[in-house]
């Protein structure tokens, strides 16, 4: 069965504290792993797409990496704008119109 | 651009009350989805539809009907409402083109069923 995996569920950081949020999967072949942000009453927000082991993205402070059974967002220096709730999914290739959600980290980063 | 749009923002029904919720993208997109939210949970899909004219259960469809109008809109139907329907509901558009099968999400629609 096709599932994702997020930890921790929740993480206090202090601002400029490095840390990762995990997302460990588990699908019949991989199409693709995304990374969204989402804010209080807000929709996620996209911020990458990975799609094969051994890949990395990067956008300001956070660096999405991907190995065969699980991706890691890595936030470098984070500042209080970087609370939020960071979501992963993956799309399978037996079916790449369906796309399975973990139930997110959510970030606090003190100032 | 507007991107994804939903309506309404917020809605409350009594049991057994029916609503339709409506989404709405201008990014030219083939492919819509609805998700559900629930604490916890994660986003579950309930429909989705691949390209105009077509439409496929996901994850969690019982309870819910959907309607692809046109390229633009995917409406998503709740016939006879019940409080376990009570969540937040999203809409997705994506692409679909080559390999991108990014998904832009609307605002939500916050439901409550009393």
């Known amino acids: 069965e096709d599932q994702v995996t997020q930890s921790p569920e929740a993480l206090r950081l202090q601002e400029g504290e490095s840390s990762s949020l995990n997302c460990s999967y588990t699908v019949s072949g991989l199409r693709g792993l995304f990374w969204y942000r989402q804010d209080p009453g807000k929709g996620p927000e996209f911020l990458f797409t990975l799609y094969s082991a051994g890949e990395e993205k990067e956008k300001e402070r956070l660096k999405a990496t991907l190995t065969k059974k699980e991706s890691f967002l890595h936030i470098t220096a984070p500042k209080p704008e970087d609370s939020a709730t960071y979501l992963c999914?993956?799309?399978?290739?037996?079916?790449?119109?369906?796309?399975?959600f973990g139930s997110g980290t959510k970030l606090n980063v003190k100032p | 651009n507007a991107g994804v749009t939903q309506t309404p923002k917020f809605q409350v029904l009594k049991t057994g009350q029916s609503m339709t919720l409506q989404c709405a993208q201008d990014m030219n997109h083939n492919s819509m989805y609805w998700y559900r939210q629930d604490p916890g949970m994660g986003l579950r899909l309930i429909y989705y539809s691949a390209s105009e004219g077509t439409t496929d259960k996901g994850e969690v469809p019982n309870g819910y009907n959907v309607s692809r109008l046109n390229k633009r809109e995917f409406s998503l139907r709740l016939e006879s409402a019940a409080p376990s329907q009570t969540s937040v509901y999203f809409c997705?558009?994506?692409?679909?083109?080559?390999?991108?099968?990014?998904?832009?999400f609307g605002p939500g629609t916050r439901l409550t069923v009393l």
């Open positions: 997705a558009s994506s692409e679909r083109a080559g390999a991108t099968d990014t998904q832009y």
């Open positions: 999914a993956v799309q399978a290739l037996k079916n790449f119109n369906k796309f399975y």
